[in-house]
């Protein structure tokens, strides 16, 4: 009696809210939430930069993702030297790490690059290697032809195939290290550069 009486309560109490009873169940829908939005800046893809390292006495090239071919990441990969596969295939670097800083470069002009006293202590073959690494990398980058080396803000002697200048320098200076013909190899994307010409 007392489960009857409950009921028959719950049943007035219903009706009494305006609400009617369903003979069947109804399906209820649910909206799904709105996708979220993507986040953050898309990152560029298939940008790359070459760097110039050292296989045996001349310049060799490897190619580099980036995010962005511009001086400042050419000089962070030129730094970074070789990785440890690539020193394996037998490139190595004759630049002192984290020797240089790439300052500035004009419309027109040579691009400047702070060496510091690491870099002009580098002797022998190796210093002219050095230097040409850093100019055939920066001059490999668009609106850039030559280089000037500086030290406290001045100029500075640097060796060229015809002897110490302190002058802007260009690949024509560095033509007896000029890359040789290679095949790609791996993951250092080594590709090959013909040997420019004075004219370039």
């Known amino acids: 009696m007392r489960t009857r009486a409950a009921v028959s309560g719950a049943l007035l109490l219903l009706f009494g809210c305006g609400v009617a009873p369903e003979d069947r169940p109804e399906p209820l829908t649910v909206s799904a939430p709105p996708a979220a939005e993507p986040s953050g800046q898309p990152q560029p893809q298939g940008?790359?930069?070459?760097?110039?390292?050292?296989?045996?006495?001349?310049?060799?090239?490897?190619?580099?993702?980036?995010?962005?071919?511009?001086?400042?990441?050419?000089?962070e990969q030129l730094a970074a030297g070789p990785s440890r596969p690539e020193v394996l295939s037998g490139l190595r670097t004759a630049l002192p790490p984290q020797s240089i800083a790439v300052v500035e470069g004009q419309p027109e002009g040579p691009t400047a690059v702070a060496v510091t006293r690491d870099f002009t202590g580098?002797?022998?073959?190796?210093?002219?290697?050095?230097?040409?690494?850093?100019?055939?990398?920066?001059?490999?980058?668009?609106?850039?032809?030559?280089?000037?080396?500086?030290?406290?803000?001045?100029?500075?002697?640097?060796?060229?195939?015809?002897?110490?200048?302190?002058?802007?320098?260009?690949?024509?200076?560095?033509?007896?290290?000029?890359?040789?013909?290679?095949?790609?190899?791996?993951?250092?994307?080594?590709?090959?550069?013909?040997?420019?010409?004075?004219?370039?």
């Open 122 to 200: 580098v002797t022998g073959g190796n210093q002219l290697l050095a230097v040409a690494q850093v100019v055939w990398t920066l001059t490999e980058l668009p609106g850039t032809t030559q280089v000037q080396f500086l030290v406290d803000g001045e100029p500075v002697e640097v060796p060229t195939d015809e002897g110490l200048t302190d002058e802007p320098v260009d690949r024509s200076d560095y033509l007896s290290v000029a890359p040789q013909p290679s095949s790609n190899t791996g993951t250092g994307a080594e590709t090959s550069h013909p040997s420019p010409t004075a004219a370039d």
């Open 47 to 75: 940008l790359e930069v070459t760097v110039y390292f050292v296989r045996g006495a001349d310049l060799a090239p490897v190619v580099r993702p980036t995010t962005g071919p511009d001086a400042a990441a050419a000089r």
